[in-house]
């Protein structure tokens, strides 16, 4: 079974704004060679919101992951790297932000972080502007890492050995053509 990690972030302790904090963590827990799926959730307090604006998750772990790609059409430069996942809007008016471990894809890392502060963001959709932040009232997230098997670097083994085990559990003159990864 994979060893997790379950990290809490406040807004109440986070240095900044709600939509712009930053947090200490140690990583020292985590072994730094090992790659680990990385999944989050998020829960704001109920607040006057204007939900008419898309809430993205933007974590700087030191790693250049989850960049937003600028449009061909509006000359714009690279928006922001590492994207996360966006928040879903819970009622009208006065309602809440959140998201839950199946609402994004998870983000995938080769190593645990290295830097022990990090930056959380909460920009508009476009994010191409440093201000551009979602009014976001106190919230907890929790980023939830879970390390994963050495083979996750090397495709091919891993391909190879799941390939072994498939000829493994089939008769032998069954044919193994159709399930082949390649």
């Not at 990690?5 to 730094?32: C, Q, V």
């Not at 509006?74 to 928040?87: C, E, M, P």
């Not at 440093?130 to 976001?136: C, I, K, Q």
């Amino acid at each position: 079974m994979p060893r997790c990690w379950t990290y809490l972030l406040n807004s109440d302790i986070g240095s900044g704004t709600t939509a712009n904090s930053r947090y200490f963590i140690d990583w020292n827990d985590m072994p730094i060679n090992k790659c680990y799926k990385m999944s989050f959730t998020f829960i704001s307090a109920a607040g006057v919101l204007t939900n008419t604006e898309i809430a993205n998750v933007f974590i700087d772990l030191g790693h250049s992951q989850g960049i937003i790609c600028p449009s061909e059409f509006n000359g714009q430069q690279s928006y922001k790297a590492g994207y996360v996942g966006s928040l879903q809007w819970q009622g009208t008016g006065t309602g809440r932000l959140s998201a839950s471990m199946v609402d994004n894809p998870p983000v995938w890392f080769d190593s645990r972080p290295i830097q022990n502060t990090i930056r959380v963001e909460i920009h508009t959709a476009t994010a191409t502007q440093m201000t551009d932040y979602v009014t976001v009232p106190k919230y907890s997230m929790t980023l939830f890492f879970e390390e994963q098997p050495d083979e996750i670097r090397n495709p091919v083994k891993l391909f190879t050995q799941l390939n072994t085990m498939i000829e493994d559990t089939l008769p032998i003159d069954e044919p193994m053509t159709a399930l082949k990864f390649f």
